[in-house]
């Protein structure tokens, strides 16, 4: 299975600024994503980065508040942007190993935010 | 609209005491249903992947089965370190890789 890193591992930010979430990954891997886990809540798919191509946005997210890079196989960013107290949640990278018709999808111990 | 519901929210449980937690899904042409652990503080662990109706797949205490519309995550003998929030997650329709999860069920055991 795919070890996967992020940083931070936790943040405290003041409102209006932005963090960058790093997610490495110890192989290569095709698609990419990031999710939010509000308090309480399921885990929400922000966005989908395949490398070479622009990420794909889920409805209520976008680019401007969200920005991803994705460079090259191993390594994607999320930042959020102009954050405030409704920003506060973990973030979670995944990445997926698909075979066939099967598919399974490992995450990253995540990024527990506090925006103030 | 794709949905994934678990029940119960949350249960505690004595250790040895044996239970079942359900997870049932409103997307037709089921490409995989997935059951994840999350332990407080780390990302979810994945646990099992079923495809089809009345396959089951087990590992340790925890045994998953699935029908047409939902799956069960049944755990036998429980001991306390089986205490986590326990998420089904489902791939919606479209082809996307995506997964669409539950709101999660969290077991408690008591020792």
């Known amino acids: 299975s795919a070890v996967i890193s992020q940083k931070p591992s936790r943040d405290i930010c003041q409102r209006g600024t932005s963090l960058t979430i790093q997610c490495q990954v110890d192989?290569?891997?095709?698609?990419m994503f990031w999710y939010r886990q509000q308090p309480g809540q399921s885990l929400t798919l922000i966005a989908t980065?395949?490398?070479?191509?622009?990420?794909?946005?889920e409805s209520g997210f976008v680019i401007d508040k969200f920005p991803i890079s994705r460079p090259n196989l191993t390594f994607s960013t999320l930042t959020v942007s102009n954050m405030s107290p409704e920003d506060s949640s973990i973030y979670l990278c995944?990445?997926?190993?698909?075979?066939?018709?099967?598919?399974?999808?490992?995450f990253g111990a995540g990024t527990r935010l506090s925006v103030l | 609209e794709d949905q994934v519901t678990q029940s119960p929210e949350a249960l505690r449980l004595q250790e040895g005491e044996s239970s079942s937690l359900n997870c049932s899904y409103t997307?037709?042409?089921?490409?995989?249903l997935f059951w994840y652990r999350q332990d407080p503080g780390k990302g979810p662990e994945f646990l099992f992947t079923l495809y089809s109706a009345g396959e089951e797949k087990e590992k340790e205490r925890l045994k998953a089965t699935l029908t047409k519309k939902e799956s069960f995550l049944h755990i036998t003998a429980p001991k306390p370190e089986d205490s986590a929030t326990y998420l089904c997650?489902?791939?919606?329709?479209?082809?996307?890789?995506?997964?669409?999860f539950g709101k999660g069920m969290k077991l408690t055991v008591n020792p």
């Open positions: 995944s990445v997926g190993e698909f075979w066939g018709a099967k598919n399974i999808q490992y």
């Open positions: 980065a395949n490398q070479g191509s622009e990420a794909t946005y």
């Open positions: 997307v037709s042409g089921l490409r995989g």
């Open positions: 997650a489902d791939p919606p329709q479209g082809g996307s890789e995506k997964l669409v």
């Open positions: 192989s290569q891997v095709t698609m």
